[in-house]
């Protein structure tokens, strides 16, 4: 987040919404998300949920490329 390691799972599972919560604090304009995913076999997959404290829903858009 924004070049700081705020979470990591070394080890496999499956894909669960909502299976970990990371809690960071945004500032004023761009804020990066950076994701490694190390497929350990089968498919894999990737949610992310941004939200406030009270789990209200944050607007916010990808730059174009």
């Known amino acids: 987040w924004n070049g700081a390691e705020v979470g990591r799972l070394d080890g496999?599972?499956?894909?669960?919404p909502d299976d970990d919560t990371l809690h960071v604090r945004a500032r004023a304009g761009v804020n990066r998300l950076l994701v490694k995913v190390?497929?350990?076999g089968h498919n894999w997959a990737l949610g992310v949920?941004?939200?406030?404290?009270?789990g209200n829903a944050v607007p916010f858009t990808q730059p174009e490329r």
Do not use: C, I, S
């Open 12 to 16: 496999g599972r499956g894909y669960v």
């Open 38 to 40: 190390t497929q350990l």
């Open 49 to 54: 949920r941004v939200t406030d404290t009270d």
